[in-house]
């Protein structure tokens, strides 16, 4: 109001001032019928300011009256709602189209016209999905149920600063306790126990993972390998026995599971128990628990009497087995029989021929002090 009166009070100094200045102050001649009305330029100009500043002060002085009856303050309170849920409903159709931008200013609009809690929540959601979580979190706290968006809040930070997870441990199991249903919870605070080191943790939630479809086959069965891997090996760390009696309280059913067989054959294996590893392999791929391809791609094959004799059973019966021949080559690699190992190598190569078979061979021949032979498998491999 203030700077409005100052520019009126500018306005009538320059009306009075300019035409003064320059000598010429003109004149407006007014006729309505008989009656005619002259006057300067200068008081036309200012009678002219001074009516639109009367009849402003009029226009609102009726509204404020008209809006203190009771129809009046009905009338203005339904068509303020009717553009609060006229906005409310485009933010609505813009959500479903995915625009989630324009949804993002449509509840805006209806926010400042109408303050309820739904608007500030989907305002909240679509500023979530531009990727304005400081936005969005103010959004929540417009909504006023901080109690119940707890939630909500937790996942905002998550994604905003993942580093705030190491000083939201408690939070977040008080958080997956309540809502173990919640797939994007349960996700993210899996990843964060992840950078965490938390493997009981994650542990903890994967049966949940699993049953929400949080991850394919692979990802799940790689993340519980991991898990029981590091889990392991701190167990192992202490001593033999410990890691022993980590494997022994597993069920029946999860060491017969792969990736936690194969995990335990990793934590053998670092730390030189082979005889047990080659035992825990062998009995695994009789068993159908692995597969010898895993055991390759994983180096996951040490000499053992069981393990080198299950894979002479399987190549008596199936002479051109491509990862039975791949298996004992690197078995043969590791025991020092570099002869053996080119033969059951160049032939797997016959029968399947990759990088990784055209590498070993490679070794071979080059333990063989063949370097023509270990050249062209190296080159083989390159091109494979």
């Not at 008081?43 to 002219?48: D, E, H, Q, R, V």
């Not at 078979?357 to 023509?372: M, T």
Request: hydrophobic share 45%; proline share 3%; net charge positive.
């Amino acid at each position: 109001m203030k700077t409005a009166l100052i520019l009126v009070l500018l306005l009538a100094a320059g009306l009075l001032l300019g035409p003064l200045w320059s000598g010429n102050t003109g004149y407006v001649l007014i006729a309505i019928g008989n009656l005619t009305i002259e006057t300067s330029l200068v008081a036309a100009a200012i009678f002219l300011v001074v009516a639109v500043i009367l009849l402003r002060f009029l226009f609102r002085l009726v509204m404020g009256l008209f809006r203190s009856t009771r129809w009046g303050m009905r009338w203005f309170g339904q068509r303020r709602q009717a553009k609060a849920q006229q906005a409310f409903d485009e933010g609505a159709r813009q959500l479903l189209n995915g625009d989630y931008r324009a949804a993002s200013a449509a509840f805006n609009r209806s926010w400042q016209l109408d303050h309820t809690p739904v608007t500030a929540m989907l305002a909240g959601y679509s500023a979530q999905q531009i990727g304005e979580l400081a936005q969005a979190k103010d959004w929540l706290a417009r909504a006023g149920q901080a109690d119940k968006l707890q939630l909500a809040e937790t996942l905002l930070s998550l994604r905003a600063e993942p580093e705030q997870a190491a000083r939201r441990t408690e939070l977040l199991e008080k958080l997956t306790n309540q809502h173990l249903h919640h797939p994007q919870l349960i996700r993210q605070a899996i990843d964060a126990y992840v950078s965490l080191h938390r493997w009981q943790d994650v542990l903890r939630l994967l049966p949940t993972a699993e049953r929400l479809q949080l991850f394919n086959t692979t990802e799940y069965q790689q993340l519980c390998e991991r898990a029981h891997r590091e889990l392991m090996l701190e167990a192992g760390r202490s001593s033999a026995e410990k890691l022993q009696e980590y494997w022994r309280a597993l069920s029946r059913e999860k060491r017969r599971f792969a990736p936690i067989r194969r995990a335990y054959l990793a934590a053998l294996i670092h730390f030189g128990y082979t005889a047990a590893a080659g035992k825990v392999a062998a009995r695994g791929l009789k068993r159908g628990d692995l597969k010898l391809a895993h055991l390759i791609e994983g180096e996951l094959l040490v000499p053992g009497k069981e393990l080198q004799e299950w894979i002479q059973d399987t190549l008596k019966r199936k002479p051109d087995d491509a990862m039975a021949l791949q298996a004992l080559g690197q078995l043969s690699l590791l025991t020092g029989d570099y002869s053996l190992a080119q033969r059951a190598l160049r032939k797997a190569a016959d029968v399947a021929p990759s990088r990784r078979v055209y590498l070993d061979l490679a070794q071979a021949y080059a333990e063989q002090g063949d370097p023509v032979n270990a050249v062209k498998a190296y080159q083989q491999a390159l091109r494979d």
